[in-house]
């Protein structure tokens, strides 16, 4: 069935560091979206992605959307304690039906 | 601004008794949802519904969930019998349009005993 992998399933980087991290489907995607879930909280929605090889900036995070619509990474430049958080990708399929990847637990040292 | 609220924010049961769980979407949204997490786990799609009816469900929605949208604001989860694989965070989401973002409510923490 349909799966949407997310790796790495954890990452610890030292304040000031880059993050990235992966998301890859099974299937072809019709979008997808991120999002950050804070310790104790719930996700927030983040961006959405549609278009083949689209790329979005939100001030240090960029989002990729792969040329096959099967894949899609976020990057974070010069990260800072407030952006610890699980990360979540969630592709749309062709059948109007989400599946969340398993997220990215980052965790920034001060 | 507008949000999705879920009651209550926790919830302690017995083996094998019944739970609602309550969402109140945001008012003029469309597409409703029930995820659950458990403890340091991924969201696992449970739900979807939109027009009155189930869209899509997942295997773990079997005979023992059900879903209700009993007036204008309101969406419930049912669960008949609970199990003690049951305890999780129970998430609500709600979004306006087809291709628009999901705002999800601040869950529900149920705990089977």
């Known amino acids: 069935g349909q799966q949407v992998m997310q790796i790495p399933q954890y990452q610890h980087v030292q304040e000031g560091e880059d993050f990235t991290t992966y998301c890859n489907s099974s299937t072809t995607l019709s979008n997808i979206q991120w999002y950050k879930q804070r310790p104790g909280g719930h996700p927030v929605f983040l961006i959405q992605l549609v278009k083949s090889g689209e790329v979005k900036k939100q001030k240090r995070l960029t989002f990729q959307f792969g040329e096959a619509k099967k894949n899609s990474s976020l990057h974070i430049t010069a990260t800072q304690t407030t952006d610890v958080g699980t990360y979540f990708c969630a592709g749309l399929n062709n059948f109007n039906k989400f599946y969340f990847g398993s997220g990215t637990k980052l965790n920034v040292k001060p | 601004e507008p949000e999705v609220t879920q009651t209550p924010s926790h919830q302690v049961t017995q083996m094998g008794q019944e739970v609602i769980l309550r969402c109140v979407p945001i008012?003029?949204?469309?597409?409703f949802y029930w995820y659950r997490q458990i403890l340091g786990q991924k969201v696992e799609f449970l739900v979807s519904f939109y027009n009155n009816e189930i869209s899509e469900k997942s295997e773990i929605f079997d005979d023992q969930f059900s879903v209700e949208r009993p007036d204008g604001s309101n969406f419930t989860l049912k669960i008949r019998s609970t199990k003690l694989e049951d305890s999780a965070m129970y998430f609500c989401a709600s979004k306006g349009g087809e291709r628009d973002e999901q705002f999800f409510g601040p869950g529900t923490r149920l705990t089977v005993l």
């Open positions: 008012s003029n949204h469309l597409y």
